[in-house]
């Protein structure tokens, strides 16, 4: 009788769970109740925590952004509960409802002014904190404003002087004397 030796290769894989794993899974079978109770116990023994939830969100819309993909509106929102800065709750809101898909602003500034009867000054401390959030260069008027955003938000201020010459060139028609 031959023998035939063979050699065969097998992957498995398995996951090992130890106690510890298996407790910080606990709250995933837990309802929404015991969730918001052991939220507030953490709360109320530890004084570094402070539960502030925007106007528009309740304890279950905030439980569900977390488990789900976040809109950025959802994102601006955490933001904004953690921003220490004053501000008017109405008109971030306002604000960060009125922003396209895309994080731009979606009317004219003249506009904003008219609709919420503020001041350009109040008006822009405010868009100063929207534009403060991440995304760098969310609630801009255009994609150059974004640009400039951005610049500015990471202290590029040389760069902010170029790039607002090489537009003004570029409204003037004088693009002719940019190139070699």
Do not use: W
Request: glycine share 2%; charged share 25%.
């Amino acid at each position: 009788m031959k023998q035939k030796m063979q050699y065969i290769q097998t992957l498995k894989q398995t996951l090992k769970l130890n106690q510890k794993l298996l407790k910080s899974l606990d709250f995933l079978t837990d309802n929404i109740d015991d969730i918001n109770k052991v939220v507030q116990q953490v709360l109320e023994t530890n004084p570094f925590l402070e539960l502030k939830s925007p106007k528009n969100y309740d304890t279950q819309q905030f439980i569900e952004s977390i488990s789900n993909k976040r809109s950025l509106k959802d994102d601006l929102y955490l933001q904004l509960s953690a921003c220490t800065r004053p501000y008017n709750e109405d008109l971030m809101d306002y604000l960060i409802e009125s922003l396209d898909d895309s994080g731009f602003l979606s009317y004219p500034i003249d506009q904003y002014l008219t609709d919420l009867d503020i001041d350009r000054e109040m008006l822009d401390a405010h868009l100063d904190i929207l534009r403060s959030f991440e995304p760098n260069g969310v609630g801009a008027a255009d994609a150059i404003d974004s640009i400039i955003i951005q610049l500015k938000n990471n202290a590029l201020f040389k760069k902010i002087v170029a790039l607002s010459n090489l537009i003004q060139r570029i409204y003037h028609n004088d693009i002719r004397n940019m190139l070699p």
